[in-house]
């Protein structure tokens, strides 16, 4: 499966901005998702993922309450709503994509994802 994300930019601190990832070549409703960031200097760390059917989600404890991850599966599209928009959040933020047979798991470790897109550019000015 080939994935696609877009909708970064340049936003103020306070302000939203949601991601989306495409995915193509593939059963979108057979794979789990994740969203994944990298701050300059630091590793790539766990943001948000979501299960098959959308009815399960896991959030980093860092964007808990202000971001939002949901999933079309007619439209091969998972979203990132980000709200309340912090400095720290700066980051290169990255789809993921793993195949799975349960319908309510979600994966947060980076090694469970087998996909990824080719990231999109999020930068929080103050």
């Known amino acids: 499966v080939q994935l696609q994300a877009s909708g970064g930019g340049l936003v103020q601190a306070g302000g939203s901005l949601r991601l989306s990832c495409a995915a193509s070549?593939?059963?979108?409703?057979?794979?789990?998702m994740g969203w994944f960031r990298q701050a300059p200097g630091n590793e790539r760390e766990f943001v948000a993922a979501?299960?098959?059917?959308?009815?399960?989600?896991y959030y980093a404890d860092s964007v808990k309450g202000r971001f939002t991850i949901s999933r079309d599966n007619a439209k091969n599209t998972v979203y990132l709503q980000m709200n309340s928009l912090k400095i720290e959040d700066t980051a290169v933020y990255y789809c993921?994509?793993?195949?799975?047979?349960?319908?309510?798991?979600?994966?947060?470790?980076?090694?469970?994802?087998?996909?990824w897109g080719q990231g999109t550019q999020v930068t929080v000015s103050s």
């Open positions: 993921a994509a793993t195949y799975s047979t349960y319908y309510s798991t979600v994966y947060y470790r980076e090694s469970q994802y087998d996909y």
């Open positions: 070549g593939g059963t979108f409703s057979t794979y789990a």
């Open positions: 979501i299960s098959l059917s959308g009815g399960s989600t």
